[in-house]
Each structure stands twice: as structure tokens, then as C-alpha cells.
């Protein structure tokens, strides 16, 4: 394998080994909810879990450095480095509902190259990277060849945010596609990748929270840019548009831009 295979081999490794940590807790008592500075809850297994890939991740790529949601920076992001989210869905990993996921993603001078998108609870590991093309536990995946809004299938993701913040463009992406799902968190944006939707829009992300999905949906075929079109980075504003062909994605920054 090359070095990126070898480094998306890897890092699925790590991320299906960590799922144990959240599904160890999932539907439990005791998780020890906090909310953060942001609102946002953070569980004991959060944290934990974030421990276990950056041991993994330490014994597998020890002068890499790492960037998480609950622990922060280790090390310089300039060179190779790491992303994580240990939980991306807490609310829904604390409500016990299996959408949920764990994403890791790794950097190249802060450009994303490799991104795991793990399901503990569905049993789901998608992995891709740059040139390698997009499996879903093992098996290659590809976005949909979709080119027509008015046929898409359209999730909107953190809908009453943008509701509350914008609601003529909401009212704009609610009149769009062939079927429109209102939704949160990773999973919608996996399912680009494996071909069973054609678009998500969504808002309010940290860099942990896309990084890791770019290349997946890139090696997929598919398309992932903040709301003006540009390439995801660490220091994209949080707003993101997932599809799966250029022309769905024209269609829906479009629509955004009104």
C-alpha cells in the first residue's frame, strides 16, 4: 500500500477499536453530562474516548501531532497531524439514538487527506482518501451520479438554527429537491458518500466536525466546500454543502446564496 492507504488502514483500525469506549456507556446511566461554554454536553464518554485514539494514535504515529474536540492541541498542526471528534452526535449518543459517530481525520499541513466516519452503534466504518476512492466497512462506495435539484434527496442539517438565524434561506433549501429531511451531525453527510443522499447543507461546525468528512466525500466522487464554493480548512467558518456531483452542488450554493 501506499502511504495514504496504509495511513486510512490505520486510522479505521484505531477508530473501530475505539467505538468499544462510547458502546460501553451507550443507553447506560451514569455518563456524567456537562454542558459546555457553548451549550453544547460533553459525557465521560466523550472524553474517554477521545483518550483512546490519542493513545492509538500516539503508538501508531508518535511525531504526529493532534488536534480534538475535548483535549485540544498536541503538537504542531503544520507537518502531519490528526483531527478528532469522539463523538460527533452527543446529544443524540445521550438520548440514546444510534446516529452518532466518531470522526478522525488526517492533515497534511492542515489540508485534509485521510477521513474515518465510524457508526459505533449501526456497525458502519467509512473510509476514504485522497486518490484512494471511499469504502463502507471494506467495500468501495460511490455518491450517486444525481445532476437535477428538483430530484435530489436533501437533508438540512441543524434546521432550527438556521430557522431562527435565517429563515428566508430555510425557507429556501425547504422548497428544493425531491425529498427533504431536517437532520444533525455526521451520519447525513456519510450517507453522500455511500450513495443514498444527494445533498446536505449545514452550519454552526467546527473544523473537527468536516475535516474528517471531506476526504471520505471526495474520494466517493462527491463534492464538500463552504457555502462561497471554497475548499474546507481549519479556519472555514463552520458552514459546509455536501453532494454528490458538481452540478448538485452548484444547484444548492445557489440556493444559499439566493
Known amino acids: 500500500m501506499n502511504d495514504l492507504a496504509n495511513i486510512a488502514a490505520i486510522a479505521a483500525r484505531i ?26 454536553p460533553v459525557t465521560v464518554a466523550d472524553r474517554a474516548t477521545e483518550k483512546a485514539i490519542r493513545a492509538a494514535l500516539a503508538q501508531a504515529f508518535p511525531d504526529h501531532g493532534v488536534f480534538g474536540e475535548e483535549f485540544g492541541v498536541s503538537g504542531s498542526l503544520d507537518g502531519p497531524a490528526w483531527i478528532i471528534d469522539p463523538i460527533d452526535g452527543t446529544r443524540f449518543f445521550l438520548s440514546g439514538y444510534p446516529g452518532f459517530g466518531m470522526l478522525l481525520g488526517h492533515l497534511q499541513s492542515g489540508a485534509p487527506q485521510v477521513g474515518v466516519a465510524h457508526m459505533p452503534a449501526l456497525g458502519e466504518t467509512y473510509v476514504g482518501a485522497r486518490g484512494q476512492g471511499a469504502t463502507l466497512n471494506g ?120
Open 15 to 40: 477508530a473501530k477499536d475505539a467505538g468499544a469506549v462510547p458502546m460501553r456507556h451507550f443507553r447506560q446511566g451514569g455518563l456524567g453530562i456537562e454542558l459546555k461554554g457553548d451549550q453544547s
Open 139 to 258: 467495500a468501495p462506495i460511490r455518491a450517486r451520479a444525481t445532476t437535477r435539484l428538483d430530484e435530489a434527496v436533501v437533508f438540512v442539517n441543524e434546521a432550527e438554527r438556521l430557522f431562527a438565524d435565517d429563515p428566508a434561506r430555510f425557507a429556501r433549501l425547504c422548497a428544493i429537491g425531491h425529498t427533504r429531511r431536517m437532520s444533525y451531525d455526521c451520519y447525513p453527510h456519510a450517507l453522500v458518500a455511500a450513495g443514498q443522499v444527494d445533498a446536505v447543507t449545514d452550519i454552526g461546525l467546527e473544523a473537527y466536525d468536516f475535516l474528517p468528512l471531506a476526504p471520505l466525500i471526495e474520494a466517493a466522487g462527491g463534492v464538500m466546500t463552504d457555502w462561497d464554493g471554497q475548499p474546507l480548512g481549519l479556519g472555514s467558518d463552520g458552514r459546509v454543502v455536501t453532494a454528490c456531483t458538481p452540478e448538485i452542488h452548484a444547484a444548492v450554493l445557489e440556493v444559499l446564496a439566493g
